[in-house]
């Protein structure tokens, strides 16, 4: 059998140490998340940027470097290749007229959490789960549910019961078996591991406690350097909840720059939050390396409500090592931001795409960012999944039906 992946290992975040990649893994002996290794001169000889661009337009083009190796065992939905689009008026009026957007909206489930289902689900089935078993704050959980149906697999899926209501109605229509929790997404993760430890042919995929859920999300890093030519922006802003796709977005800069597929500089990378949730950003401006729960951690951007994240030290060494920065912005600025960016440019954003709109603007108006860089904000879903951060008021009626 052809093998469709390079994937050679795992090594723990933490110590370096190496483990099995073929075989059902959890977190490290040390208890720190694993990364999946590749051998990279194999990937390098057996494929280039330029054969990529003729392949479907999904995250799977970039298979050598994913974990799945049996191309028969991916299950997909044409997850990838979301647009990166321009924002000339929004960008304007920010003062950075080289202003971007990764457009995760347009992704099966509407949210980003679609790449790390794809890839963690196809792996797991690939490697013999029957189930997969997750605490979530919605949008994870409604994306796992899905694709562990599309792949025949079950799903157990515990989020608190403050999570966006469309996500509950996405895990239930899926097929999962679905538990609310009166509590935060700690306390549904406690529930959850109690339950796989007690329950056959069922994985704990809680985030960064599985390692391929990354290794999907790692793709909206190879996409951007893509559709940009092969070529990094100055500045990529990312809303940070577990951190695994800030994580992943710096492991996919460091696999291109060793394929010899980017060269340059490394893009700055912020870790934007809620000020309501906000330990990266207290740890950074405190020159910590791992973070600290705030207390009462409340935000209406639910994606990035993770008051104390495993791979906490990992988000902080992407923002050490890149010369970025970590950024809070209230929900009212936040939302102010999702306003003005659908009446600037026509897209209705997530509430966390949102804050790195708002960031940008904190950024550029504190001179971190300058007017002439090439700047991405991550929006990580669509505003459809949270229909209430509008408010459609006051009615418009057709009086005696005519429109004046
Ligand atoms: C989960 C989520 C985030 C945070 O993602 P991490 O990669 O875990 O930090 C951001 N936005 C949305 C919409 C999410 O669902």
């Given at each position: 059998m052809p093998d469709h992946s390079t994937l050679s290992h795992l090594e723990c975040s933490r110590e370096g140490t190496r483990h099995d990649a073929?075989?059902?893994?959890?977190?490290?002996?040390?208890?720190?998340?694993?990364?999946?290794?590749?051998?990279?001169?194999?990937?390098?000889?057996?494929?280039?940027?330029?054969?990529?661009?003729?392949?479907?337009?999904?995250?799977?083009?970039?298979?050598?470097?994913l974990p799945v190796r049996d191309p028969a065992q991916v299950v997909t939905m044409g997850e990838g290749m979301t647009p990166l689009l321009p924002l000339p008026r929004a960008g304007a009026r920010l003062g950075l007229?080289?202003?971007?957007?990764?457009?995760?909206?347009?992704?099966?489930?509407?949210?980003f959490k679609a790449r790390g289902a794809a890839v963690g689900v196809s792996r797991a089935a690939e490697l013999g789960v029957r189930a997969v078993a997750m605490p979530t704050n919605g949008n994870a959980g409604a994306a796992w549910a899905c694709y562990a149906?599309?792949?025949?697999?079950?799903?157990?899926?515990?989020?608190?019961?403050?999570?966006?209501?469309i996500t509950r109605r996405e895990v239930v229509v899926s097929g999962?078996?679905?538990?609310?929790?009166?509590?935060?997404?700690?306390?549904?993760?406690?529930?959850?591991?109690?339950?796989?430890a007690r329950r056959s042919g069922y994985q704990d995929?809680?985030?960064?406690?599985?390692?391929?859920?990354?290794?999907?999300?790692?793709?909206?890093?190879?996409?951007?350097?893509?559709?940009?030519?092969w070529r990094a922006p100055d500045v990529i802003l990312y809303p940070t909840g577990g951190g695994v796709g800030i994580i992943a977005i710096h492991k996919a800069l460091q696999e291109m720059r060793e394929l010899g597929w980017l060269t340059?500089?490394?893009?700055?990378?912020?870790?934007?939050?809620?000020?309501g949730c906000a330990p990266i950003v207290d740890a950074f401006d405190a020159g910590l390396r791992t973070s600290e729960?705030?207390?009462?951690?409340?935000?209406?951007?639910?994606?990035?409500?993770?008051?104390?994240?495993?791979?906490?030290f990992l988000v902080l060494d992407a923002v050490y090592a890149t010369g970025g920065t970590a950024v809070a912005v209230t929900d009212d600025e936040?939302?102010?931001?999702?306003?003005?960016?659908?009446?600037?440019?026509?897209?209705?954003?997530?509430?966390?795409?949102?804050?790195?709109v708002a960031a940008a603007g904190r950024l550029r108006e504190s001179g971190w960012l300058d007017g002439g860089d090439e700047v991405v904000v991550l929006n990580t879903g669509s505003g459809l999944l949270y229909p209430d951060t509008v408010v459609a008021e006051p009615p418009v009626l057709a009086k005696d039906g005519i429109i004046p």
């Open positions: 073929d075989v059902v893994q959890g977190t490290s002996p040390a208890g720190a998340p694993l990364l999946a290794r590749y051998d990279l001169d194999r990937a390098r000889s057996s494929v280039t940027p330029a054969e990529i661009a003729g392949r479907p337009p999904d995250l799977w083009r970039y298979h050598e470097l007229p080289r202003l971007l957007m990764k457009d995760e909206g347009l992704i099966p489930t509407g949210a149906a599309r792949a025949g697999l079950g799903a157990l899926i515990a989020m608190p019961v403050d999570a966006p209501e999962a078996e679905l538990y609310l929790v009166d509590g935060l997404i700690g306390d549904a993760g406690r529930l959850v591991a109690d339950a796989v995929t809680s985030t960064l406690r599985e390692p391929y859920r990354l290794e999907g999300k790692k793709t909206m890093g190879y996409e951007i350097a893509e559709q940009l030519g340059g500089p490394m893009p700055r990378l912020v870790a934007v939050q809620a000020a729960a705030p207390a009462d951690p409340h935000t209406v951007a639910f994606g990035i409500t993770v008051p104390k994240a495993l791979g906490d936040l939302l102010a931001a999702q306003h003005a960016l659908a009446r600037d440019e026509g897209t209705w954003i997530c509430p966390e795409g949102a804050a790195c």
